[in-house]
């Protein structure tokens, strides 16, 4: 993967759609990990949308449920182990 995209905070959405955006349109492999409040971003249909071009994109399973509080998440749950096997695999890494 060339870059993984790690969304920390729900704050961090407006500028992960339009990074979701460029990479699909430059053809940028990338993946998206989502923890903490930044599960939150999730709950909108157009982000979700735009997450079909991501090779992966998983959600920590803790903290959808701490704050969504439901079991239909949009992504891939997963762990923090998850998170560590994508760190692993992406050549550079950006935080929001």
Request: charged residues 20%; contains cysteine; glycine residues 10%.
């Amino acid at each position: 993967m060339k870059l993984l995209i790690v969304v920390s905070t729900a704050l961090g959405g407006h500028l992960l759609m339009p990074l979701a955006r460029a990479c699909s349109r430059n053809r940028v492999e990338w993946g998206c990990f989502f923890t903490n409040d930044g599960v939150k971003l999730l709950g909108d249909p157009a982000l979700v949308s735009l997450l079909d071009g991501a090779s992966r994109k998983v959600a920590c399973d803790h903290s959808w449920v701490r704050f969504m509080g439901r079991p239909d998440c949009p992504v891939e749950l997963g762990s923090q182990t998850n998170h560590s096997a994508m760190v692993g695999a992406a050549e550079k890494i950006l935080t929001l």
